[in-house]
């Protein structure tokens, strides 16, 4: 009696509300999540970004991201394989299927996600008897055990469902207005599978309210492991970051990692890689500043990338790549140049490393392409400032009697005067580049200035024209002073 008391009284405290006042089905204490999710075959910025801060921040449950292939990837002290999406350029290979299928035989479990689009992440999840199928229809509604709020929340992009091949073999958590299973897990081995549609997730990397549905799938997650593999608390879990990915071309100045499904990709990379980045040094006057963009790492997918000091990352089908190139060479710049301007960032710091990108393009041969690029985002500060005399980059007027622009004007007014600005500068002056960043190495050190503002901005810009461009800054509706910089010249 006394037993049975104290289980009841420490599942009630572990839960932390009453509604499910019962010890874990299998007995034992509540299990944890001990999670991969593997960006090899697709890479999802909110896997890498965000997932792990708004989902698995808290408690004992870890998660980390894995980057080398899946049959490469070290899950011994994981007990859930996570796959968000498979590009269908990169499908699963007999390798990745033999790993996963032993991952489960030894209790392991594997979560397979899809938004219905991708036909190999489909005949992934067929391997395990659920496919994704098309349609849906709201109101979702969570299974009893796993009603955590009185409605399931669905991201809009969700268009698909699943079908089960043996509906009674499997425990479904979210069904749609009709019936039809969104969510569910079978057993496999010793361990469990679980297949869902993409949007039961949040997928905003900013926005740490973007949770969507979190009680519901940490109960859903326990249940998965319940039973399976154990795993070791003092061996944590292995960080499996780009030090692991297989392959590696280190020539001409150049580091360039990438998994083996990339490999035909990597060599029209590299040599995209190799053209680019001297242009850029010669755009920019000053070399990267030691360890800082020193190493590129591939990415499977067409939608962008990012810059992290010493690495950048970078989406392999860009821009439509390889079959064109002018929005790659854009890119590769845009990226390399957030690490170029550090230790501080730019007052433009987004529309600086797109511009200096079609500088790139017009040395490359896509002058027209750049061109056309610039005058359609400067025509969008044309519309809210056409004499380009009310508002700074931040879209804040000092002038009386004019409002600061409102929040969905903003990125206009941001990137259309700052490219605006950086063409008059470049009529002067064609070098103003160059000549700005040798100012700002010389000039803006960590030591020197307490931050890289608009007083300061203008001052090395000073510099690298070699007058005084305070008052025409003032004269184009910024609030600066000369007298406001730390920058003296
Ligand atoms: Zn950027």
């Known amino acids: 009696m006394k037993k049975l008391l104290l289980v009841a009284v420490s599942a009630l405290a572990l839960s932390g509300c009453c509604s499910e006042c019962k010890a874990p089905a299998e007995g034992g204490a509540e299990p944890v999540v001990y ?12 896997a890498d970004w965000g ?37 269908d350029r990169l499908p699963y290979v007999e390798k990745d299927i033999n790993k996963i299928k032993a991952f489960l035989k030894e209790g392991g479990s594997l979560m397979i996600l899809s938004n ?25 509604t969570a299974a009893e055990k796993y009603a955590t709020a009185p409605e399931v929340v669905m991201k809009g992009s969700t268009r ?20 039809n299973p969104m969510l569910a897990y079978t057993k496999k081995g010793k361990g469990k599978v679980l297949v869902g549609v993409r949007g039961l997730l949040g997928d905003n990397t900013d926005d740490i309210y973007d949770t969507i549905n979190r009680e519901m799938w940490h109960r859903v997650w326990r249940d998965v492991v319940r039973g399976g593999k154990s795993i070791d608390p003092e061996k944590g879990l292995q960080h499996q ?3 692991c990915v297989e392959n590696k071309i280190q020539q001409d100045g150049l ?35 030691s360890n800082m963009g020193s190493k590129i790492v ?31 060479i854009e890119f590769i710049t845009h990226e390399s140049v957030h690490s170029w301007v550090l230790p501080w960032a730019e007052i433009w710091n987004e529309p600086i490393a797109t511009y200096v990108g079609y500088l790139a393009m017009m040395e490359l041969g896509h002058n027209e392409e750049a061109e056309r690029r610039l005058a359609n985002t400067i025509r969008q500060a044309t519309k809210l400032d056409p004499e ?19 929040r969905d004007q903003l990125y206009g007014i941001h990137w259309g005067k700052s490219m605006w600005i950086f063409e008059q500068l470049r009529a002067e002056n064609p070098d103003w580049v160059a000549d700005y960043y040798k100012a700002k190495r010389q000039l803006a050190g960590t030591e020197q200035i307490t931050a890289l503002d608009a007083n300061n901005t203008v001052a090395l810009v000073s510099v690298a024209m070699g007058r005084d461009m305070f008052p025409w800054f003032r004269s184009i509706g910024f609030d600066v002073k000369r007298s406001k910089a730390e920058i003296k010249f």
């Open 51 to 87: 997932f792990k801060r708004q989902y698995l921040n808290g408690g004992e449950d870890k998660y980390t991201t894995g980057w080398s292939c899946i049959y490469n990837t070290d899950l011994s002290n994981a007990n859930m394989l996570m796959l968000f999406n498979c590009d």
């Open 388 to 406: 380009f005399n009310l508002y700074d980059v931040d879209g804040k007027s000092w002038k009386r009697g004019v409002e600061d622009v409102s």
């Open 241 to 243: 970051y780009i030090e």
């Open 116 to 140: 219905g689009t991708s036909t190999s992440q489909n005949a992934l999840a067929e391997e395990f008897g659920a496919s994704f199928v098309e349609g849906v229809t709201a109101p979702l």
């Open 255 to 289: 580091d360039i990692t990438y998994n083996d499904y990339l490999a035909p990709c990597a060599e029209a990379m590299f040599q995209i890689a190799k053209k680019t980045m001297p242009v850029v040094e010669g755009i920019m006057g000053v070399p990267l500043s």
């Open 298 to 328: 591939l990415i499977p997918t067409a939608g962008g990338g990012y810059s992290a000091g010493e690495v950048i990352a970078l989406a392999v089908w860009w821009g439509d790549f390889p079959n064109r190139e002018d929005s790659m």
């Open 160 to 179: 698909h469902h699943l079908t089960l091949k043996k509906p009674s073999k499997w425990t479904v958590a979210v069904t749609d207005a009709e019936g």
């Open 35 to 46: 999670a991969i999710n593997n960006l090899s075959h697709y890479y999802d910025f909110h």
